[in-house]
C-alpha cells in the first residue's frame, strides 16, 4: 500500500521469501516482544527499539527479583509489588494457543543452539519453569511433513516451536546449508501447518532499524491509533537528503548498524575520535542501507553500586516483555533493566559490560496482590525460609565463587 518503501522491506536481511506461505493457525507471528524504551532529558519514555526475533533477557527479571526477595527480603515491606512471575505461565499459554488446528494435547518446546550459546542459561530456565522439553536441532527430525521429537520411548509429534536460534540456522534445507543447529525440512512442516514457529520466521524485517523510522506510520495506517510512546529521532541514511545531513553533524549522532545486535558496531559520536568519524562517513557512503543515525539521547540514570562500594550514576533503559495469546496482549509489571556499569557510557548491552537491576511496578488500591510478610520468603522451587536463615545461607554462599551468566 506504499505506506512503506518496498525496497526498504526487500533489501532487509531478514526478508526471506522461504516464509512466504507460512499462516500461524491463531495469527500469531509475534508471540513475545521486548520493546526498548529509553527517558529522554526532557524525561520523555521513548521507544529506542523494537526486539521480535528472539527478545532476551527475561530470565533476569525473574532472577533478580527472586535473588532481592531472598537477599534483603525486607526492602519489600509495606509496598503493594506487582509479581513478575507469571511470566512463563503466560508465554505457555501464549505458546499452547498458536498449536495447529485440531490439536487437543499440543506438545511445545523451546530449541536451542546448544550448551555453548550465551544465553542457554535463559534457554534451559524458561523450558523448566514452563514444564516442557529443551532441545536441540539434532533432537528433532521431519517425517511425512510433521515434526518429531526424539525420546526414549521413540519420537513423539511437536507441534510448537518456541525457537531461540535465528532463522538463517532454522532450517539447511532453505536457509544456511551448513547449519548443524536448525532442523531440516521445519520451515515446510509450518507452512504445511503441521508445527508453529514462535516467533515467527521473518520478524527480522520488523526488527530492521531502517524500518523502524516508520512504526509510527504502520501504527497510524494499519491500526487507525496514534502510537501512545514516541520514537528517538531516527535518520535513515539511504535517503540521500538524510544523509546529507546527518554526514557533517556525525560528532552529534549515534550511528548503528541496522542488523546489529548486543551494541556491536555502534559508533558514538561524541566519545568518537576524529579518523573514527571518518571511518564512518565511508563505511555510510559505502553501504548507507547498512546504517541508520540517531542523535545522542541523555538517557536518564539510577543510583547504581559501582567498584568501591559506592553508589554513582549510571545510565539505563528499560524492556519490557509483551506476550501475544492471540486474545490480548500481556505486558509483564515489570522488565529488564539494563544498567552500563562503565562511567559516562550509554551502551548497556551485558555483551559490552552492561549490568542489570530489579524492576518494580507498584499496585494500585484495587489490584488483589499476594502478601509478602517481612521475616518470610517463599522460594516456588524449593521449601520457606525466614529472613535470618536466609541472610545466613547468602553470607555462606558469597564465599564461594558464583557462575555468571550472559544473555544474548
Not at 530449541?111 to 534457554?123: C, D, I, K, Q
Request: glycine share 10%; with cysteine.
Amino acid at each position: 500500500d506504499q505506506v512503506i518503501p518496498r525496497r526498504l522491506i526487500t533489501s532487509s536481511a531478514h526478508f526471506h521469501r522461504q516464509a512466504h506461505g507460512i499462516r500461524p493457525a491463531n495469527g500469531v507471528r509475534i508471540h513475545v516482544a521486548g520493546v526498548d524504551l529509553v527517558r529522554d532529558h526532557e524525561g520523555t519514555f521513548r521507544v529506542l527499539e523494537d526486539n521480535l526475533r528472539n527478545p532476551s533477557g527475561v530470565s533476569y527479571v525473574l532472577e533478580n527479583r527472586r535473588t532481592l526477595s531472598h537477599v534483603v527480603p525486607e526492602v519489600f515491606t509495606g509496598h503493594r509489588l506487582r509479581s513478575v512471575e507469571e511470566y512463563p505461565a503466560r508465554l505457555l499459554s501464549a505458546l499452547l494457543a498458536a498449536a495447529p488446528l485440531g490439536v487437543a494435547d499440543p506438545t511445545v518446546v523451546v530449541l536451542t543452539p546448544g550448551v555453548h550459546n550465551s544465553a542457554h542459561f535463559e534457554h534451559a530456565f524458561l523450558a523448566r519453569r514452563m514444564g516442557v522439553e529443551l532441545v536441540e536441532g539434532r533432537d528433532l527430525f521431519c517425517r511425512d511433513g510433521v515434526v518429531r521429537m526424539r525420546t526414549i520411548r521413540g519420537s513423539e509429534p511437536v507441534h510448537v516451536i518456541y525457537r531461540r536460534i535465528d532463522d538463517d540456522y532454522l532450517d539447511p534445507v532453505l536457509f544456511r546449508p551448513d547449519s548443524v543447529l536448525g532442523v531440516p525440512g521445519v520451515v515446510n512442516a509450518a507452512r504445511a501447518g503441521a508445527v508453529t514457529i514462535a516467533n515467527g520466521v521473518g520478524n527480522g524485517v520488523a526488527d530492521d532499524k531502517a524500518v523502524y523510522p516508520y512504526v509510527p506510520t504502520i501504527v497510524r495506517y494499519y491500526l487507525g491509533e496514534e502510537p501512545l510512546l514516541p520514537n528517538v529521532e531516527t535518520y535513515n541514511l539511504s535517503d540521500p537528503d538524510q544523509r546529507a545531513y546527518v554526514l557533517p553533524r556525525l560528532d552529534q549522532m549515534v550511528v548503528k548498524p541496522v542488523d546489529g545486535s548486543g551494541g556491536y558496531g555502534i559508533v558514538m559520536g561524541s566519545q568518537a575520535s576524529d579518523s573514527e568519524l571518518a571511518t564512518a562517513a565511508e563505511t555510510i557512503q559505502a553501504d548507507p542501507r547498512g546504517w541508520i543515525a540517531q542523535p545522542i539521547v541523555a538517557l536518564s540514570t539510577s543510583p547504581t553500586v559501582v567498584e568501591g562500594g559506592r553508589l554513582a550514576p549510571r545510565h539505563l533503559d528499560l524492556r519490557p516483555f509483551a506476550v501475544n495469546d492471540g486474545e490480548k496482549i500481556w505486558v509483564m509489571p515489570g522488565g529488564l533493566t539494563r544498567v552500563a556499569l562503565v562511567e559516562g557510557s550509554l551502551v548497556v548491552n551485558s555483551s559490552q559490560g552492561g549490568g542489570s537491576k530489579d524492576t518494580w511496578v507498584l499496585g494500585g488500591d484495587g489490584d488483589v496482590l499476594p502478601p509478602l510478610a517481612p521475616d518470610l520468603v517463599v522460594d516456588a522451587e524449593g521449601p520457606t525460609f525466614s529472613a535470618a536463615q536466609i541472610r545466613s545461607a547468602n553470607e555462606a554462599r558469597a564465599r564461594v565463587d558464583q557462575p555468571t551468566f550472559h544473555s544474548e
